[in-house]
């Protein structure tokens, strides 16, 4: 016969408490004292009590899981997902959260108005809590449609102003700001920029911020040239610059990936970076560290941000926060060898 496991009977025993008591604090129920908390737990512990699953769901009306869902669109969104470390310090960040308060992420693509209509029935039969959303396309629908079916949902990056959602940004322009503020400290004058697209809401903030800092220095003219956030659309952008503008010697890219095949057709064209040309990233992703030269850039604390984004929704999903909540981190510059 197999020896049984230890009940909440046992955990109650060892505390001195009631089995209620001990059933509130297995639950997460609020309203409990701190430190009887504290003595379940240590009694938990001592006993290796290992609560029951199912059974807590069908007291809390909690599946303990989280939806992580990566929003965006086209045939190879999902591919470029993947590859981009962007999209890994945000899961880094999120689980890192979620494992230490025992919550399970479900990690989902929503590439197409049939991926973004299952994430929504998915979480909406109550197979998940809540949703963590990173969107990367203009005017998604996704934020939206979970507000519409009550799901508690926290945003990456602000969402459509009209949108009642809690959401975590950066201070994107400030960012840029930084980035053209050391390109003119390193005498640069004849300064272009390599942009995301306009459409998405940080992309055009990075773009204003930048140019906002150098008309403040008296250089109104800046060209661009627009990326999508890719290193060989990084590649293409310097090579237009190049031919459009030869005698360019201080570039800002929109992310690390951009400034990367920036950097690659410099090299193949004969630039010296930085003697001849500085470049300067956004994100300090792990391209930053391994792009040769170093990548100065602008860094975001993505793994932070993904944290705070999780701890929102929590408090949401608890019931401890009811109305929406914005958290804007700062940018800071991070000098390394480009620039």
């Given at each position: 016969?197999?020896?049984?496991?230890?009940?909440?009977?046992?955990?109650?025993?060892?505390?001195?408490?009631?089995?209620?008591?001990?059933?509130?604090?297995?639950?997460?129920?609020?309203?409990?004292?701190?430190?009887?908390?504290?003595?379940?737990?240590?009694?938990?512990?001592?006993?290796?009590?290992?609560p029951?699953?199912?059974?807590?769901?069908?007291?809390?009306?909690?599946?303990?899981?989280?939806?992580?869902?990566?929003s965006?669109?086209?045939?190879?969104?999902a591919?470029?997902?993947?590859?981009?470390?962007?999209?890994?310090?945000?899961?880094?960040?999120?689980?890192?959260?979620?494992?230490?308060?025992?919550?399970?992420?479900?990690?989902?693509?929503?590439?197409?108005?049939?991926?973004?209509?299952?994430?929504?029935?998915?979480?909406?039969?109550?197979?998940?809590?809540?949703?963590?959303?990173?969107?990367?396309?203009?005017?998604d629908?996704?934020?939206?449609?979970?507000?519409?079916?009550?799901?508690?949902?926290?945003?990456?990056?602000?969402?459509?102003?009209?949108?009642?959602?809690?959401?975590?940004?950066?201070?994107?322009?400030?960012?840029?700001?930084?980035?053209?503020?050391?390109?003119?400290?390193?005498?640069?004058?004849?300064?272009?920029?390599?942009?995301?697209?306009?459409?998405?809401?940080?992309?055009?903030?990075?773009?204003?911020?930048?140019?906002?800092?150098?008309?403040?220095?008296?250089?109104?003219?800046?060209?661009?040239?627009?990326?999508?956030?890719t290193?060989?659309?990084?590649?293409?952008?310097?090579?237009?610059?190049?031919?459009?503008?030869?005698?360019?010697?201080?570039?800002f890219?929109?992310?690390?990936?951009?400034?990367?095949?920036?950097c690659?057709?410099?090299?193949?064209?004969?630039?010296?970076?930085?003697?001849?040309?500085?470049?300067?990233?956004?994100?300090?992703?792990?391209?930053?560290?391994?792009?040769?030269?170093?990548?100065?850039?602008?860094r975001?604390?993505?793994?932070?941000?993904?944290?705070?984004?999780?701890?929102?929704?929590?408090?949401?999903?608890?019931?401890?926060?009811?109305?929406?909540?914005?958290?804007?981190?700062?940018?800071?510059?991070?000098?390394?060898?480009?620039?």
């Amino acid at each position: 016969m197999s020896r049984r496991g230890p009940t909440l009977e046992d955990v109650a025993r060892t505390a001195g408490v009631s089995r209620a008591t001990v059933s509130r604090v297995v639950n997460r129920t609020r309203n409990v004292d701190p430190d009887i908390q504290e003595l379940v737990r240590r009694a938990v512990e001592q006993t290796g009590y290992r609560p029951n699953r199912a059974a807590r769901s069908l007291v809390t009306q909690r599946t303990e899981t989280v939806a992580l869902i990566i929003s965006g669109a086209g045939d190879t969104f999902a591919s470029r997902v993947f590859a981009d470390p962007f999209f890994g310090r945000v899961v880094s960040g999120a689980v890192g959260y979620l494992r230490a308060h025992a919550m399970h992420p479900v990690i989902m693509v929503a590439e197409s108005e049939v991926a973004r209509e299952q994430a929504v029935d998915y979480l909406g039969q109550g197979a998940a809590d809540g949703a963590l959303v990173v969107s990367i396309q203009a005017g998604d629908p996704l934020p939206a449609m979970l507000v519409a079916a009550r799901i508690p949902v926290v945003l990456f990056a602000r969402p459509d102003p009209e949108q009642a959602v809690s959401y975590v940004d950066l201070a994107h322009a400030d960012g840029s700001r930084l980035a053209a503020d050391h390109l003119l400290a390193r005498g640069c004058r004849r300064i272009a920029t390599i942009s995301a697209p306009q459409s998405i809401p940080a992309a055009k903030d990075r773009l204003d911020g930048f140019r906002a800092a150098l008309a403040s220095a008296g250089i109104s003219e800046v060209p661009v040239a627009e990326g999508t956030f890719t290193v060989d659309s990084g590649a293409a952008a310097m090579t237009q610059l190049l031919i459009e503008h030869p005698d360019v010697d201080g570039v800002f890219a929109a992310n690390d990936l951009m400034a990367q095949g920036a950097c690659q057709v410099l090299r193949e064209q004969g630039k010296r970076v930085p003697q001849d040309v500085a470049v300067i990233g956004f994100d300090d992703s792990s391209v930053a560290a391994t792009c040769r030269p170093a990548l100065t850039t602008v860094r975001q604390p993505v793994e932070k941000m993904a944290a705070e984004m999780a701890r929102l929704l929590a408090e949401h999903i608890q019931g401890t926060r009811t109305e929406p909540a914005s958290i804007v981190f700062e940018a800071e510059l991070v000098i390394r060898d480009s620039a």
